[in-house]
């Protein structure tokens, strides 16, 4: 299993081109299965995750072409051509939706089109339980029948989905986002209310209004969809990928280094933005996208976590702070001067990457569902942000990558066990990294 070697202490300078959202890119190409013309998406990450849909997509029937990488400054990633003439299988297996648990967002598209799907029910993984009551709940308001059988949910709608008013008790991302591709199809006008507002649900919505829906409220939390007969193709650029986006700028802060972030949309990271100026990072919009410095960053003889203070942050829905930079976060506030809290409220076991940034020297003790994190910047004279290098394991995707990132500061060498947990959501990290002057290699055993 592959390793990442990092040698830590050098500030970070220079440009990083932004990929495409993964979290967007993947409902869209579900979405490819809603109509038997084809869907054109542009600026696709090169990611693992993409790789299992496309061949979740394949078993029900759906042909594609992916055509390589636009030089034009790193923006446009690979275009793939989906086009899904005939459904030919309705089954989602266990072998695919256990890898990627995005699987399950199919159920919508299947349902809504061919009035029948049987997806295997993803299971819980690293972070959480994660149940998909919220979508079966939703689908049954719409009018579908829904059993649980051998792990599967079997879903029928053999008349279609009708309209109706779905009011979710929870703010959920994969509910709202098959819901929304469920409703495009169906007999009549479907409201869904307390609507997940995440960019990249918008995205999915506006890809579906290119296509010959007709969706309203987009970005806010209540949903308007008129059913239509029928979708067309369309050709689409996926958003970039703001998450990606914050994970470098904070791996910026966190080694004193300043980086311009290539095609990053300032106005989707609001939240991400306001919590850093706190803790003395500056994010400032440039014609190119972002540019990221911690305070005194650039100075000739600033270092890891200098100017850096701790702060407090709830992880809340969109436009609260993303769940998904909240390790990254905790990692940043280890090197910060001062006490940091960070409550996660989204998932209930994503505190996994404690025990191993604590392994590097980290000074964080958790209480329910808060770490408080006492930063070790104060010691900061002594390099590395107070961090030290260490042999640490993966264990989810963000997990992992906050590990990197306390690689990045940490005094001495870190290798990171399993990355394969970061290829399933960063594109080229290493080579991004490198070329910004990181001392980053992965070892391929
Ligand atoms: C999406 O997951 C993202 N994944 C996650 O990113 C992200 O952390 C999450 O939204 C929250 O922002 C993709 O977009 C592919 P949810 P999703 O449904 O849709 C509970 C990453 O690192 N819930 O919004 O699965 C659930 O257990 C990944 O890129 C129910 O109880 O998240 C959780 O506590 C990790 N019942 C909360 O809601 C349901 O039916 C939010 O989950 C559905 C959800």
């Not at 959202?21 to 693992?48: C, G, Q, V, W």
């Not at 799907?117 to 579908?144: F, K, N, Q």
């Not at 650039?298 to 969109?318: E, Q």
Request: include cysteine.
């Amino acid at each position: 299993m592959d390793r990442i070697r990092i040698r830590g202490g050098r500030p970070l300078h220079g440009k990083i081109a932004i990929s495409g959202a993964k979290n967007a890119a993947l409902p869209l190409m579900a979405a490819s299965l809603l109509t038997e013309e084809t869907l054109i998406l542009r600026n696709l990450p090169h990611l693992a995750d993409i790789a299992t849909m496309t061949h979740l997509l394949a078993q029900h029937g759906t042909e594609f072409s992916m055509a390589g990488e636009h030089p034009d400054g790193g923006h446009m990633g690979h275009v793939l051509k989906l086009r899904t003439g005939e459904i030919t299988s309705t089954e989602a297996p266990y072998d695919i939706v256990r890898k990627m648990r995005a699987s399950v967002l199919v159920l919508g598209p299947l349902l809504a089109r061919r009035g029948q799907a049987r997806v295997s029910l993803p299971g819980g993984c690293a972070i959480g339980t994660r149940p998909v009551d919220m979508h079966i709940c939703g689908l049954e308001t719409l009018g579908a029948e829904i059993d649980l059988d051998d792990g599967y949910i079997v879903a029928r709608a053999p008349e279609g989905l009708q309209g109706g008013v779905v009011v979710f008790s929870q703010v959920s991302v994969g509910a709202t986002e098959n819901l929304l591709m469920a409703a495009t199809l169906a007999k009549g006008d479907v409201v869904l209310e307390n609507a997940a507002r995440e960019p990249e649900v918008g995205d999915l919505a506006n890809c579906l209004n290119r296509m010959g829906a007709r969706i309203e409220g987009i970005g806010s939390d209540t949903l308007r969809i008129q059913g239509v007969d029928r979708l067309s193709g369309a050709d689409y650029t996926v958003l970039p990928d703001r998450i990606e986006a914050a994970t470098y700028a904070m791996a910026a802060a966190i080694t004193g280094g300043v980086v311009e972030l290539l095609g990053a949309r300032p106005e989707l990271m609001e939240a991400v933005a306001a919590a850093l100026s706190r803790a003395n990072v500056t994010m400032q919009p440039t014609a190119c996208g972002v540019l990221v410095g911690a305070a005194g960053a650039g100075h000739k003889d600033s270092s890891p976590g200098d100017g850096l203070v701790g702060i407090d942050v709830t992880t809340a829905p969109y436009p609260g702070f993303p769940t998904d930079l909240q390790a990254q976060l905790m990692a940043l506030m280890a090197t910060a001067t001062g006490a940091a809290t960070i409550t996660e409220t989204i998932f209930e076991n994503r505190f996994q990457h404690v025990p191993e940034l604590m392994r590097m020297g980290a000074d964080i003790t958790v209480k329910g569902a808060t770490a408080m994190v006492r930063g070790r910047g104060q010691s900061a004279g002594s390099g590395g942000g107070g961090l030290h290098g260490a042999p640490v394991m993966a264990t989810d995707l963000r997990a992992s990558v906050s590990l990197v990132l306390a690689g990045l500061a940490a005094e001495g060498e870190t290798v990171i066990n399993r990355v394969y947990h970061l290829d399933r959501g960063y594109e080229r990290l290493e080579e991004k990294l490198s070329g910004c002057g990181a001392d980053i290699v992965r070892l391929v055993d």
